[in-house]
């Protein structure tokens, strides 16, 4: 659930669906290419809510993935990497 409250984000099979919650349509999709072995998908939003991020784990392996998404863009963001600990 977003900061504000007004959004939801789901976890797909492709990506993520992003939930208006009050009118309970899709505001957005955002789209990854995730491999089928991954499990355990989850998503979050940023503390300021303009970033979504999905955190896959790999089946059976340590490690995963994890993809971030700008709102504003609807692209996935490119970030700095002393900006993640700040997301």
Same mark, same amino acid.
């Given at each position: 659930?977003?900061?504000?409250?007004?959004?939801? /984000?789901?976890?797909?099979?492709?990506?993520?669906?992003?939930?208006?919650?009050?009118?309970?349509?899709? /505001? &957005?999709?955002?789209?990854? &290419?995730?491999?089928?072995?991954?499990?355990?998908?989850?998503? =979050?939003?940023?503390?300021? =809510?303009?970033?979504?991020a999905a955190g896959l784990h790999e089946g059976?392996? /340590?490690?995963?993935?994890?993809?971030?998404?700008?709102?504003?863009?609807?692209?996935r963001a490119v970030l700095p990497t002393a /900006?993640?600990? =700040?997301l």
């Open positions: 659930l977003s900061p504000d409250g007004r959004l939801l /984000a789901l976890g797909i099979k492709t990506g993520v669906a992003v939930i208006d919650v009050e009118s309970k349509k899709e /505001a &957005c999709r955002l789209t990854a &290419c995730f491999d089928p072995s991954h499990t355990g998908f989850h998503a =979050g939003f940023s503390p300021g =809510g303009r970033y979504v059976g392996r /340590a490690g995963g993935i994890v993809v971030v998404w700008d709102l504003e863009t609807g692209r /900006a993640v600990t =700040g």
